[in-house]
């Protein structure tokens, strides 16, 4: 079955740092990865969407890479903000099913 | 702003008992997922309907799971009997439709406890 792996320990940063976010993958090729933003207690929130041709996708201070030899993506903040702080998610598509990462919880200090 | 809407929001049960979730999704939106997200972990797929039709219920436990879409507008997904090991929150999704590429939209879930 399809495993992902996302940096398994929180990841604290400095206001104005760029925050990087990794997701490894092994036993499928999807056609495209997704990364989602999650508060507590809510539901996650979809942020970029990378297809397997695409190196890299940008979105405001957002940043995506997707290196399909290495099977992993990554996912940068840049002037990461207090009000970045969540978890992120990653998913990705394995046939006609749906995979998500553990996420990585990201807190940005002041 | 269209949202997917799901209640209840909390639900406290006891073991053996039954529960039910029920979900509405963005107007227009073919596909409808099913998600259990265990405290720490990431969402894991239960079910997917494509309109009224199930696509993938492959991580669906039959045996106390049930889910239908029965107009292919808005969904309830049943448990009987609950058992400790269920709680968790249940989030619902939708997107526009299957193919690939697309965006889901999440709910803000059912924290279920089971006692």
């Known amino acids: 079955s399809q495993k992902i792996e996302q940096n398994s320990e929180a990841l604290n940063i400095q206001e104005g740092k760029t925050a990087t976010l990794t997701c490894n993958y092994t036993?499928?090729?999807?056609?495209?990865l997704q990364w989602y933003r999650q508060d507590p207690g809510r539901g996650p929130v979809f942020l970029l969407l990378?297809?397997?041709?695409?190196k890299e996708k940008r979105k405001e201070r957002l940043k995506v890479t997707f290196d399909t030899t290495l099977k992993q993506s990554l996912f940068h903040i840049t002037a990461s903000q207090p009000a970045d702080s969540a978890t992120y998610l990653c998913?990705?598509?394995?046939?006609?099913?749906?995979?998500f990462g553990t996420g990585t919880s990201l807190t940005v200090i002041p | 702003e269209a949202e997917v809407a799901q209640s209840p929001r909390y639900k406290i049960t006891e073991k053996s008992q039954a529960v039910a979730f029920w979900c509405d999704p963005i107007?227009?939106?073919?596909?409808l997922y099913w998600y259990r997200q265990i405290l720490g972990q990431g969402p894991e797929l239960l079910v997917q309907?494509?309109?009224?039709?199930?696509?993938?219920d492959s991580q669906l436990p039959k045996d106390r799971f049930s889910a239908e879409r029965l107009k292919g507008v808005d969904s309830t997904l049943k448990i009987q009997p609950a058992e400790l090991g269920d709680s968790a929150m249940y989030l619902c999704?939708?997107?526009?439709?299957?193919?690939?590429?697309?965006?889901?939209?999440f709910g803000p879930g059912t924290r279920l406890t089971v006692l």
């Open positions: 999704a939708s997107s526009l439709s299957l193919a690939g590429f697309i965006e889901q939209f």
């Open positions: 036993n499928y090729s999807p056609a495209y």
């Open positions: 990378i297809r397997e041709n695409e």
């Open positions: 998913a990705l598509d394995a046939g006609n099913q749906f995979y």
């Open positions: 107007s227009g939106h073919a596909t």
């Open positions: 309907f494509q309109d009224e039709s199930v696509v993938d």
